[in-house]
Structure formats: C-alpha cells, structure tokens
C-alpha cells in the first residue's frame, strides 16, 4: 500500500495536546456554569438513615445539595444495557439501599469547584451499616447460564481424565490477581447543559453513540435532541465506556438548578464510581507427554463481580485458543462481593487469564526439563484447538524466535540459580502474548476536494492511542493526499455511526470504514470521468478502472490522478459514506452497533479464528539480601497484521508491556475486608511503574499478512502488549531463585517469605 501506511507518522494532534489547545470535555465551560461536587458513601452495604444538609445549604457559594430525596427528575438508564462492563445495573441515589462502598448519595452544586466541594464535606450522611464482603470466595462461584455450552462458558472437549493419566507431567496450579484500577491520567467528568428540551453533554468517551442512546432512551428523548461531544480523552483503558450515576446525576442536578453543571469526580472517587479490573482466580491443570504434547488443558476462570450483575469477560475463550490439546475442558465462572460491578481494563481477561496460562505452560516445561520456547513450539497450532476452525493467520512461533534472537535467550543459564552478577540473582522468562481480533460494525464520511484536501468525519475516539493520525492515514494512503492535507473530526454521537473504543477494534473496524469510504470516491470519480468525452479515462469501463495512492487506472494503463479527475467535475468535491459491514457481523450485531451497543463478531467465526500474537521475554534481577526485583530488560515481539503507524504502534505496544511491569510487580487496589472500602485509591500510594522501573524494553513489529479480517488487514494492538508481560516476569523470578510465585503483584515480601 501506499507510503503513508506502514511508517512512523508523529501524531497529527501532538502540537495541541502539548500546547494546551486540544480541549478536552472538562475544558468546556458554557456561560453560567455551576460546579457538581459528589458524596460518596462511607460504607459498602446498608441503608442512608438520614441526610442533614443544613450546613452544606449555608456554606457559601452552594447553590443546592441534592439527595435521593430531593434530585427532581433523576432518570437511571435500565434495561438498555445496564448490567454490562460498562455500566451497573443498580443506580445509587434512587432510594436509600448502599450497595457498595463509595457510591454518589448526595451531590452539591455551587459557584465554584471549591465551594463545591467544601459543601460536600459539610454533608452529614448517617447510615444503618450492613455486613460486607469486598473479596470474592471462590467457593461460591457459578457459572451464568445453561452451564455446559452455553455460550462456551463451559466447554469439554475430549476426556480430561485420560489426558491426566495418559502424560509424563502434569501440573495442576492456581494463580490470582488482584483489584486493579485504571487511572488514566484526565480525570473523569461530565458537563452537562440543557436548552429546554435539548440536552449536551461533553463527557470523556469511549463509546459516544452508547452514551447518547442510553441518556436519551433515559429522558425518552429523540437522540436527535441530545448531544454528546468527546473529541479528547486523555487516556480510557476500559474506563470510560460506560454510562455512569455521576454522568447521570449531573444532568439531573443541571436541570434541578436551571444551569449548566460541570462534575470533575476526584481521584479518590475515580476508584468506585465507575469500573475496575476485578478480582480473579485462575485454575489450570496441564499435562503433557514425554515429548511436550499437551495431553489435557483444563482451565478454570473465576472472576469477581457485583451482587447485582453478571459481568463476564471471557478469558477461557482465548486460552483455549493457544494451544494443541485432544483434551480440553474450560469453565468461565464469577464469584459475588460487595462491589461495584467490575468491568474492562485493558486485555480484560487476557491479563489475568494469560498470567496463569503461561506460568503454567512454564512450570510444565521446568518439569519435563525442556525449553519453555520449544514447549509452545511443539503446541503450536494453525487450527483453533475447540473451534476446530484455521487460524486467520498466526505467527506465534516467528514472534518467539524474533524475541529470543534479539534477547540472547539461547545464552541463559539452563539451571535455576545459575546466573549471578554480583549479589544479584538473574533469571530469564517468556510468555506468549495474544490478544482476540473484535470486529464491529462502522461508516465513516469522506469528502474529498480537488483543490487538495480531504476532510474525515466519523464517531469514533482517539483515547490517547493516536486514532486522529491513522484515520488521515488510512484515507491520505487511498486517495493520494499527505497526512497533513487530511482533516479528521471525531467524538461526537451525530457524526457517522462508529463503535466502542475498546477491545483494540478501533483501528480495525472504523478504519476500515474510512478505508471503504474513499474506495468509493474512486469508483464514484471513476464512473464520472469514463462518462465524459474527453480525457484519460474517457470512454472506459468505470468497473475496471481502480485507485492506488490516488491514481485512477484503466485496464490498459490509462492513468489519471484523483485530483485532477476530480477538478474535472463541476461539484469539485466528493462526499462519500464507507461502511464496514464484515460477513461475520449478523444484521443483529450490526443493529446493536447502530443502536448504541457492542455489536462484536469474533474473534472466531464459522470460518476463521482471528487473534493477534506475539511473545515477551524478561530478564529480572533480584538481590539476594533484600529481595529487591529488578527488571532490567523487557523485550517483545508482536504480529498484527498491517501496521498503520509504526511510531503509535510502538508506543501502544510498548505502554502496554511497561503497563504489564505494573501489573506483575506493583498495581493492586488494597481492601479494607471489615469496611469494604479500597484503602489506596489515591496515585499516591496506588503503584504504577516509573520510570526507574522502567529500563530496556524493545518492540519488534513482524509483518504479517492476513486479508481475512477487514480490508485493511489490520488487527488491532491497543491492548496485546500487555499480556504476558506479568508472566515472563513471573517465570523469570522462578528461574532466578526457584520460587513459583502465583499472587499478583509479585513482592519483596514474597520472596522473603520461602
Ligand atoms: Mo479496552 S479495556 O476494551 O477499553
């Protein structure tokens, strides 16, 4: 293709997110506008006994303090789709029940953000305070559903037992993770502005078009009549794709004092007023013969969720994927606590799923005495091991001997111990990376000028991942423009109907509507100057001409620039409406999609299984007197397709891995068991990877060729990067000190406690 795709392109939007132009929707101030400010319940579960808001009414500035009592026309959005990882179908503040800790049960608006906030800490909630369990107990796990193949959230394939009996080895292991939290650097907000009976809302999103159905559909408005505009999020990771109570509250409080309300929910309240990553338990029993055959897999995912929904995400469906096994049995299972209903956060569940797998997959090779590498070697499979349905394209292996040809891992120390420097202890690990090829449903606008420019318009969002840059990417390539003579325009619920920003799809399905739009400004262009009486196409069968790099040709090489056909036009312009309608996608997901919901096909399809691969290796270093770990070096190598920009690919692959650092040595969201509160919900004391964590990591980008996805063959890697980091890790501190460690994060403590 041509020369825009495929190569380093710096962000098209760079110099306004540095200079401080691009406005983000808490930039938005419309004439007027007060500031909401929430009280967040200081128990998990019980009743509001009462609310005294007397001194809160009388602190200076406070316009109203809002209860269940007194929010007039507060309208919760049920049925729609509620329940799901975006949004909990239980919402606070309509009646006195506390189901969580920190949910909204009063919200002040004032003339300031300051006076805001002094009003809500002057708000006297007292409580009837119930019994709460935060941690989720395995013991009562289920399974939702029918059970056996409902919707393969359980699945056999083959006879476990015989596997077991038949193998050399075995392992039969259980890893957890922890409560994590997103933490994207802007804050969540929601502003909120009612002209009588229109409504708009600037709020950061990752899905406008849910937001706007779901408000809508809420005040049994026409969408029409509401507005929802997100042209920046400063970072998402599965945060922002909701419809939250304090997005909701907000329009009710805005329409309750008669002016536009501003909300910027604090970073402690950004830990319980909207989704996490929840708790899990990670069941594997592997077994294997002499030779490294798999004989049987079984894995068992169970994952924390609320009282009131059953949020699944399914990490048994894609480790079932990974490798070749006769035997297989998988079960998808959820555990209740008092909670908030969990929901995504980047590679949900394959983070979690991917860090028991592939520690196990490593205790089995230890324990057949083989190199782990060959051990995904002799597993490798072209076909989906329960789908029985060929891979798309699969290049597991090539990521493995990439990585290990630049890392040096022929060179390690084949014993546990055996490599030393100094008072250090060094240890090498692998992991595979994976990560589901999500397909939805997309259009997009392109108008075309023959002066030289094109504009882009479709409701899509760049969530920090660089969407701006490739979709001018994606149409300069077709129609033969530079990136910079490309304008796109996103975030806004009216422009064309373009997905969730989630499960890595962006890139693949909304480009690739992009994509289809300006293929048919070729066409359409085409048809038009083979119909006219002169020039170079003039007479032509229309359907035989094409468009590369904005060049229109015959089929016998007769040539024309797009451009120069198009000034021949008397409009000097063309508009265009791509779709990207995948055979997967049934009129039912496309129907979703367009209704404001995650219409996904994939990632396995009656004909195709479609999943990005890569493989990460790890050198740790840990002190033999104090434990410290270290992880000097961090290298991957990854498989996704075509890759649009190789400068934000880098970077979403490599944040992906330091964010995998984060989850194997630092992240986890602490709990107060008694009280049912996250204690460190703060960026303070919630650890994340800095810099000086932070040391070599390498990203080498394979190419791969895989025309069964979407036009473009573009995969998706927003979120691959991030699996199987916690795991080479994990084994790499196994092979430095012989400790097989199965808790997330890894500790100091831990290795001091064997
Ligand atoms: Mo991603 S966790 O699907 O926003």
Not at 51 to 77: F, M, N, Q, R
Request: a negative charge; one cysteine or more.
């Amino acid at each position: 293709m041509a020369q825009t795709i495929n190569t380093r392109v710096t962000r098209t939007d760079a110099r306004r997110k540095v200079t401080g132009t691009a406005t983000y929707a808490a930039d938005v101030m419309p004439a007027g506008m007060l500031h909401g400010s929430l009280v967040c319940s200081a128990i998990a579960v019980g009743t509001v006994s009462s609310i005294d808001t007397s001194a809160a009414e009388a602190e200076p500035g406070v316009v109203a303090v809002y209860t269940h009592e007194t929010l007039p026309d507060y309208k919760t959005v049920k049925g729609f789709y509620a329940g799901g990882p975006g949004s909990a179908s239980f919402w606070p503040m309509e009646g006195t029940e506390i189901r969580y800790a920190g949910q909204p049960v009063a919200y002040v608006v004032a003339e300031t953000a300051a006076a805001a906030r002094r009003g809500a800490d002057l708000v006297d909630v007292t409580y009837e305070e119930g019994e709460s369990r935060i941690h989720m107990t395995p013991e009562d796990s289920f399974v939702v559903g029918a059970g056996e193949d409902s919707d393969g959230m359980v699945l056999t394939k083959g006879d476990i037992q015989a596997g077991l009996d038949a193998a050399a080895q075995s392992v039969d292991m259980t890893f957890t993770t922890p409560f994590q939290h997103h933490n994207p650097m802007e804050m969540f907000s929601a502003t909120a502005e009612w002209r009588g009976d229109r409504l708009t809302v600037w709020m950061p999103s990752q899905s406008v078009r849910t937001l706007r159905a779901g408000i809508a559909g809420a005040y049994g408005l026409p969408e029409t009549s509401v507005r929802v505009i997100s042209p920046f999020v400063g970072g998402a990771f599965g945060s922002k794709a909701g419809i939250t109570p304090y997005t909701m509250l907000t329009i009710a409080a805005a329409k309750g004092v008669g002016a536009p309300v501003r909300l910027i929910v604090t970073r402690p309240q950004m830990f319980t007023v909207a989704t996490f990553r929840p708790e899990s338990e990670q069941k594997f029993r592997l077994a294997a013969d002499a030779n490294g055959k798999l004989t049987a897999f079984e894995h068992i995912e169970i994952a924390q969720t609320s009282q009131f929904d059953n949020v699944v995400n399914p990490g048994t469906h894609y480790t079932r994927a990974m490798y070749a096994c006769p035997n297989i049995h998988t079960e998808q299972r959820l555990s209740r606590s008092d909670t908030n209903t969990g929901g995504f956060m980047r590679a949900p569940n394959e983070m979690q799923t991917f860090w028991g797998l592939e520690s196990a997959m490593d205790e089995l090779a230890w324990k057949l005495q083989m190199d782990p590498v060959e051990l995904r070697r002799v597993n490798d499979t072209k076909t989906h091991p329960t789908a029985e349905v060929p891979f798309s394209s699969r290049s597991l292996m090539e990521s493995y001997d990439a990585v290990a040809n630049g890392f040096g891992w022929a060179d390690r120390g084949r014993d546990i111990g055996s490599m030393t420097d100094g008072d250090w202890l060094v240890g090498y690990g692998c992991a595979t990376a994976t990560y589901p090829t999500n397909i939805l449903a997309s259009n997009a606008r392109v108008r075309m000028q023959a002066t030289g420019g094109a504009y882009v318009e479709l409701a899509a969002h760049d969530v920090g991942t660089g969407t701006y840059t490739i979709m001018a990417q994606i149409a300069a390539a077709r129609l033969g423009l530079p990136v910079k003579a490309v304008d796109v325009v996103m975030g806004e619920a009216d422009m064309p109907v373009a997905p969730i920003s989630g499960g890595s799809t962006t890139a693949a399905s909304a480009g690739s509507a992009v994509h289809d739009a300006c293929v048919k400004i070729g066409q359409q262009v085409a048809a038009r100057v083979s119909g006219m009486s002169d020039g170079p196409l003039s007479g032509i069968d229309a359907s035989r001409i094409t468009l590369d790099d904005g060049v229109l040709r015959g089929p016998e090489g007769q040539s024309q620039s797009l451009q120069e056909a198009l000034s021949m036009l008397p409009e000097g312009e063309i508009e265009m409406i791509g779709e990207f309608r995948h055979p997967a996608l049934t009129d039912e997901l496309i129907a979703a999609t367009f209704n404001g919901g995650y219409g996904t096909a994939g990632p396995v399809t009656p004909e195709f299984a479609m999943f990005a691969f890569g493989a990460e290796m790890a050198e740790v270093r840990i002190h033999k007197y104090t434990h410290e770990i270290r992880v000097p070096r961090l290298h991957g190598a990854f498989a996704a397709g075509t890759w649009l920009n190789r400068k934000t690919a880098h970077s979403q692959l490599m944040g992906g891995m330091v964010w995998g650092i984060g989850s194997a040595l630092h992240e986890v969201t602490e709990v107060d068991q008694p009280r049912g509160r996250f204690l460190n919900a703060n960026i303070a004391e919630y650890l994340v990877p800095v810099n000086a964590d932070v040391r070599e990591v390498r990203v080498q980008m394979l190419e791969e060729r895989d025309d069964y996805v979407n036009p473009l063959g573009v995969k998706g890697i927003g979120e691959l990067g991030i699996v199987g980091t916690a795991a080479a890790i994990g084994n790499a501190v196994y092979h430095a000190t012989g400790q097989r460690l199965t808790s997330l994060p890894i500790r100091m403590s831990d290795l001091l406690r064997s």
